[in-house]
């Protein structure tokens, strides 16, 4: 499939012989657990700058909480959880990359923790816990539900600590500048300082997620998908980006951001019930509150059409209220904020917005179809998750490609391409300007009516042409702001998620199309790709 012909190859005039340049080695956009990791690397062998359009802390890195999956107990197997995450993936895995970072998991954890990660440990080893789809207890936490922001502490640290990685904070990356199928570094817009180039022998995409897509949504405002439109523009192949992952137990309160209720706690016992106080999962699947994300979100989702309500419950009124507080303190926080007192009531829940499964094609070493660019994170598609991501699978996902990435960036042998010049100028264009945050507003409404959690062919088409239409509005503009390339990349991957999601005529992983309910392996057991021509 190919993009919409609306389709422009940078968002902003460029003339590099003008503009302020620096240059690096090995150079990283994005400051989440993979483009972290894969600074770290790097480190070991070459200069690293590392991007981030936020602060280091805006990541839905620091904002996981269950934990980080991998086999740390006897009893469990590597087979074990190959044969778990193949099973999620509903077919669309690739073996070698499950089987890849399977192995590598209990090592790298291992190596956060001897950093300094405080995983929470029992018996002077690192503690386990179940999660929905994993057959045994291998989800390591820290500091309870703070995995994330204690992982993103320690790599900061690390990669503070190594002189040859220099951090530019509030740098948003508009594009990758690249010529004959080979990037060359990036064009972005440093706060207060304005349009600027990067050169780098070798770049790394590592932006991260797509949740801000959606109205409803566990994202922070940083998960704007950037990567995937940046890498498109670039002429990467896109994969499966129909695959988007919603999570069944996000806090319910008008108002309030949808801050994520962990499944840990369905792991450990907590119950959901619908409007009239009835636990309902066991009439949607056998495994109950442990069946896996996209089948307890449409259940939820089923229920409350059922029941006529905007939400369901979840019942943690069995857990010890001290012994909580310790093992969820954000959480607790969470719901003591609201005056909830999870001893008595019932926290208000409902699905939304979670993690992009598709993404950048790569290969095992990272590599993409451009010379010099390796996507890690999950922004990638490494074939990992297949149709459906298996929980706690995304931080290791993060932590092995990070890992690969920045190795393979500093080993290549880059040839002196010297410093070709780059010009682009954006056709003047008469037509009128549109809010933009009016846009964006809309646009998520959008996603959510009609290409969320279930799917049918004419919401669908519907979406394509609103989205045309925004587009014919939106894409023609030379924004100067963070919000206004956002916006522009926002609408391109919904208009390739709303396409893929239209071809993938059968039901499979989190991919759910109400007019064609069942998996179709003769036509389908197949990934969905997308290049720009
Ligand atoms: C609430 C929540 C809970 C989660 N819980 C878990 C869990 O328990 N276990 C698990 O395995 N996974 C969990 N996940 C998923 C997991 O956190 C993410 O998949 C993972 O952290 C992604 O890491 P990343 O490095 O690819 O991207 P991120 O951590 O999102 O980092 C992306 C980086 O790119 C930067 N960036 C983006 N666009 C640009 C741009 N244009 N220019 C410059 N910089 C840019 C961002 O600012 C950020 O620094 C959770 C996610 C959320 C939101």
New binding site residues.
């Given amino acids: 499939m190919t993009p919409s012909p609306d389709f422009r190859r940078y968002l902003v005039d460029i003339d590099s012989a003008s503009l302020p340049q620096q240059s690096t080695d090995c150079l990283v956009?994005?400051?989440?657990?993979?483009?972290l990791r894969a600074a770290i690397e790097a480190a070991g062998k070459c200069s690293v700058t590392v991007?981030?359009?936020?602060t280091?802390e805006?990541?839905?890195?620091?904002?996981?909480?269950?934990?980080?999956?991998s086999v740390q107990n006897k009893d469990d197997s590597f087979e074990s959880h190959i044969e778990d995450t193949l099973r999620t993936g509903c077919g669309l895995c690739r073996r070698d990359t499950v089987e890849l970072v399977v192995r590598q998991a209990p090592q790298l954890v291992g190596q956060l923790f001897k950093w300094g990660a405080g995983f929470d440990l029992t018996h002077g080893k690192i503690a386990t816990t179940l999660e929905g789809g994993h057959s045994h207890p291998r989800i390591a936490h820290a500091h309870g539900d703070e995995?994330?922001k204690i992982i993103a502490q320690t790599l900061i640290a690390k990669a503070r600590e190594q002189r040859n990685i220099k951090i530019i904070e509030n740098?948003?990356?508009i594009d990758l500048l690249t010529t004959d199928g080979s990037c060359l570094g990036v064009i972005?817009w440093e706060k207060d300082k304005g349009l600027r180039i990067v050169r780098a022998a070798n770049t790394i995409l590592?932006?991260?997620?797509a949740?801000q897509l959606y109205r409803e949504t566990?994202?922070?405002s940083?998960?704007?998908a950037?990567?995937l439109a940046?890498a498109c523009r670039a002429g990467a192949v896109l994969c499966d980006l129909e695959f988007v992952q919603f999570h069944p137990t996000t806090l319910y309160i008008a108002g309030a951001s949808r801050a994520?209720i962990?499944e840990t706690l369905r792991g450990e016992g907590a119950v959901l019930l619908d409007a009239k106080g009835r636990a309902f999962m066991k009439d949607y699947n056998p495994a109950a509150e442990l069946a896996s994300r996209d089948v307890v979100s449409r259940a939820i989702l089923e229920q409350m059409l059922k029941t006529k309500s905007t939400h369901v419950y979840l019942d943690i009124r069995h857990f010890d209220k001290q012994k909580f507080a310790k093992r969820f303190p954000v959480i607790s926080e969470l719901c003591e904020s609201f005056d909830i007192d999870i001893s008595k009531d019932l926290i208000p829940v409902r699905p939304s917005a979670?993690?992009m499964v598709g993404g950048v094609k790569t290969d095992l070493g990272a590599k993409t179809g451009i010379e010099n660019l390796y996507v890690?994170?999950?922004?990638a598609s490494t074939g990992l998750h297949g149709a459906n991501r298996l929980?706690?699978?995304?931080?290791?996902e993060?932590l092995v490609f990070g890992r690969i990435a920045g190795r393979a960036a500093s080993e290549s042998n880059t040839a002196d391409r010297g410093e070709p010049a780059i010009r682009y100028q954006i056709p003047h264009s008469d037509r009128s300007r549109l809010d933009a945050t009016d846009v964006k507003n809309s646009l998520r409404a959008l996603m959510w009516r009609n290409a969320g959690i279930t799917r049918k062919a004419q919401p669908l088409k519907e979406a394509q042409e609103i989205i045309s239409f925004w587009q014919r509005y939106v894409m023609d503009k030379a924004f100067d702001s963070p919000q206004g390339w956002e916006l522009q990349n926002m609408l391109t991957v919904c208009q390739l998620i709303a396409q893929s999601a239209l071809a993938r005529k059968e039901s499979r992983g989190v991919h759910f199309r109400n007019d064609y309910p069942v998996i179709d392996d003769e036509h389908f057991k197949r990934h969905t790709e997308i290049k720009r021509e």
Avoid: R
């Fill in positions: 956009i994005g400051a989440g657990v993979a483009g991007l981030t359009k936020g280091v805006d990541s839905n890195t620091w904002h996981a909480q269950g934990g980080i999956a995995t994330g740098f948003f990356t972005g590592a932006t991260g997620g949740g566990t994202n922070p940083c998960a704007t950037d990567g940046i994520l962990t979670h993690y890690c994170g999950e922004v929980g706690s699978n995304s931080l290791l993060g």
